[in-house]
């Protein structure tokens, strides 16, 4: 069964470089790793003009393009709204862990990337499924595990506890 953990917290403050700081170590312990992100803004992987593009826009609900490096699902929400996020995860091929960037309103178990020069508030005091939170700064005394966001490796030991694949790792 495939283990999810997310990284949730303010735009800038940090999910995105932690994620690629983390894949690289876990990699190289042995976990295979996807990661889902939630873009907060419309977005497009697809380019006007391109064969796919005009698939889509002639009413296909999905292109799937494939290449020899790589292939790549382009789905449509048209009329259904977003997906939610056990969907996206039923989609993606079995793996170790899967590293969840965003999607904060979701119920699954998250580390709060807190940095405190952005000037805002925590969201774990709200959000019961933060269940630590790596900061660059010291925030006193929190009612969960507070990680320096600078030690990679003291995220990655925390993860794999938390995910109960320590015992896994190479």
């Known amino acids: 069964m495939m283990k999810v953990f997310g990284l949730a917290g303010w735009s800038g403050s940090g999910k995105t470089s932690l994620i690629i700081r983390l894949l690289p170590e876990l990699n190289r312990l042995g976990f295979a790793v996807s990661t889902i992100k939630h873009a907060h803004h419309r977005f497009d992987v697809d380019k006007p003009g391109k064969d796919s593009w005009h698939h889509r826009e002639a009413g296909a609900t999905e292109v799937l393009i494939s290449s020899?490096?790589?292939?790549?699902?382009?789905?449509?929400?048209k009329d259904e709204g977003e997906a939610c996020l056990g969907d996206l995860i039923a989609r993606l091929s079995p793996v170790d862990l899967v590293l969840v960037e965003g999607f904060k309103t979701e119920p699954h178990d998250k580390l709060e990337i807190h940095r405190t020069e952005l000037g805002k508030p925590l969201l774990q005091p709200e959000d019961a499924n933060i269940v630590a939170v790596a900061t660059d700064a010291s925030l006193g005394q929190l009612?969960?595990?507070c990680l320096d966001l600078?030690?990679?490796d003291a995220v990655i030991r925390f993860i794999l506890t938390h995910c109960q694949l320590a015992e896994q790792a190479a």
């Open 143 to 145: 009612s969960v595990p």
């Open 68 to 77: 020899h490096n790589r292939w790549a699902l382009m789905h449509e929400n």
């Open 150 to 152: 600078n030690d990679t």
